[in-house]
């Protein structure tokens, strides 16, 4: 069975760091995207960032030049450096293993707060 588990949230304060990871297991083979997205309070849940396998990515307007996504296809891993990070990145994010497998984690919990 894919599963896929995040972890590295917790509360950071305005203009600070954190770095999210995520890790898939279980029957993996092929080219699949992998991506972080994020449900902040109230709101739907949106694209942060995506990566291929060639190292192509993508980005949401919001995030471009404060956030870096990379992966280990090795160990089947995706990333988030989050910097500059401001109240507004207050969200569950979640790691998202792409198509043909659309599999999400748990979710994990970053708050930006003084």
């Known amino acids: 069975q894919v599963q896929v588990v995040e972890s590295g949230g917790g509360l950071v304060q305005p203009g600070g760091s954190l770095r999210l990871s995520c890790a898939a297991s279980g029957r993996i083979f092929g080219i699949y995207a992998m991506g972080w997205y994020r449900r902040a309070p109230g709101k739907e849940r949106e694209l942060v960032a995506s990566i291929y396998q060639n190292g192509m990515t993508n980005y949401a307007d919001s995030v471009k030049g404060r956030f870096t996504i990379s992966r280990d296809n090795q160990k089947i891993a995706v990333y988030l450096e989050m910097n500059s990070l401001q109240p507004e990145d207050t969200a569950v994010y979640y790691c998202?293993?792409?198509?043909?497998?659309?599999?999400w984690g748990q979710g994990t919990q970053v708050t930006v707060s003084s």
């Open positions: 998202k293993l792409g198509r043909p497998y659309e599999i």
